[in-house]
């Protein structure tokens, strides 16, 4: 949880951990810790999801008294007040991304090391990416609403205009190939997938294809191998030509920045209709990346019409999805409450 990889350093034994989560205790790697660096101190505080909307604003908070002495602080939403913690020197992000972090005065005023857990999410992220595209290409829901109801499926014309087909040839675009999109694309080649990847910057040679953060081992795509072709740029028109390629699979994995918002909206849902794909789409990243409203738009016209065949969403806007609002009830829509990154390997992984 706080590796030499994730830190940047080793621990020493005068360090003083605070760990903020909202799962139990660790207390076997805590012990192994304290083993390991004898003297160190590791305290753990749990953190309420309850109510979601507090927590989802990072106002789940640690009382202020936790951080008098503390020297790393591993957390995934909340940051103290920088008086609070003195003698705080790195705070580590549960997360990949930060930009829910990125107003805090830790990160915006100090020199205090802030790192993330990038590179520990593939695994368990492309197993959700891939696991619902193959559960919507051979209709899983369909199969077990009927299982619910007692009916044999021998009515093949039940599959017009949505046909079960296996992944063997059909294209998924990558926007964009990093760590998380790099496994995803790893394990789409492995079922036949043609791999196309997006990434900000031009990677026109081997050693600029490399991925040179931390991986975890037996996955990933380290020497950029699996796709057959790489596309780039951080302008709409370089983004319109990839979305023309014309795709069974768009996945999105990119950070939440002020470019990337409301990246997917009207203008490229009606691309996406040009291409007469109809393509399943994938949102790994943030909810803002996707306009929900055209997004719902489209999956409610339908293939026949141009629209999604369907959709995966770790992350949706606003979040948390309000109870009454429409998109829980979009056709063939799921919607998982970023969930996709979490599982107790992960969380020890972290």
């Not at 005068?14 to 810790?33: G, H, K, M, Q």
């Not at 990072?58 to 103290?80: A, C, R, W």
């Not at 990093?178 to 079922?191: K, T």
């Not at 629209?307 to 999805?321: C, I, N, S, T, Y």
């Amino acid at each position: 949880m706080v590796t030499k990889e994730v830190l940047g350093r080793e621990l020493t034994s005068t360090d003083n951990v605070l760990i903020a989560a909202t799962w139990d205790e660790p207390t076997e790697w805590i012990s192994r810790i304290k083993k390991e660096h004898p003297g160190i101190v590791v305290n753990y505080f749990l953190i309420t999801l309850e109510p979601i909307e507090v927590y989802m604003k990072g106002g789940s908070h640690v009382p202020d008294e936790y951080f008098k002495d503390v020297t790393i602080f591993v957390t995934m939403q909340y940051l103290p007040p920088p008086k609070v913690a003195p003698k705080l020197e790195i705070c580590t992000i549960l997360s990949a991304g930060i930009n829910h972090i990125a107003n805090t005065p830790i990160y915006r005023d100090t020199d205090i090391t802030i790192t993330t857990s990038n590179g520990v999410h593939g695994p368990q992220i492309s197993e959700w990416v891939i696991g619902h595209i193959l559960a919507h290409t051979h209709r899983f829901r369909l199969f077990d609403q009927w299982q619910k109801e007692h009916r044999w499926a021998n009515n093949w014309g039940s599959f017009t205009g949505n046909p079960i087909r296996d992944l063997v040839t059909q294209k998924i675009g990558i926007f964009s190939y990093g760590s998380i999109g790099r496994q995803v694309g790893r394990v789409a080649h492995a079922l036949g997938m043609e791999v196309h990847a997006y990434t900000a910057h031009p990677k026109p040679t081997r050693e600029s294809r490399r991925d040179n953060g931390y991986i975890v081992p037996g996955t990933g795509d380290k020497e950029g191998e699996f796709p057959v072709k790489w596309w780039s740029g951080t302008g709409k028109a370089s983004f319109h030509e990839f979305l023309r390629e014309g795709f069974d699979v768009l996945v999105f994995s990119v950070p939440l920045t002020d470019d990337t918002k409301g990246l997917m909206g009207k203008e490229e849902f009606e691309i996406l209709k040009e291409t007469r794909k109809s393509p399943f789409l994938v949102n790994i990243s943030r909810g803002p990346i996707v306009v929900t409203e055209e997004l719902e738009k489209s999956l409610r016209e339908g293939v026949e019409n141009g629209g999604l065949r369907g959709a995966a969403l770790d992350v949706v806007d606003p979040e948390p999805l309000p109870k009454e609002h429409t998109l829980w009830d979009a056709p063939n829509v799921v919607s998982r409450s970023s969930r996709g990154s979490f599982t107790i390997i992960s969380v020890h992984r972290s």
